[in-house]
């Protein structure tokens, strides 16, 4: 079997190899643009997860800075007037086991 059946199966005259030539580059030029539509979705993929990630991190970066506030309320409850400590504290940690659902 030959490695060009294509051109192998066309008339060997100018005007046949030429048309060949110009569907063969036509059909380049398709597969070409399929090529780079598909490395620019992959591109915007890893730029999707890499977005993904850094939200992810803020999100336990946020958590943590969240048990620290927790914390420091726990301790100082008897010194802040006008919020429901007991409340806020409730809903941090209710907050916190919806987050992990």
């Known amino acids: 079997m030959s490695d060009t059946p294509i051109s192998d199966s066309t008339p060997h005259n100018v005007g046949d190899l030429g048309m060949l030539c110009r569907r ?56 802040i007037g006008g919020l429901d400590v007991d409340s806020v504290l409730r809903e941090w940690k209710q907050a916190k086991k919806e987050a992990k659902l």
Do not use: M, P
């Open 24 to 79: 063969l580059e036509r059909e380049l030029n398709a597969a070409n643009a399929i090529i780079r539509q598909q490395q620019l979705l992959d591109e915007e993929n890893l730029r999707l997860k890499d977005r993904i990630k850094r939200l992810e991190d803020n999100i336990e970066n946020l958590k943590d800075a969240g048990d620290l506030v927790f914390i420091w309320l726990i301790y100082n409850r008897s010194h």
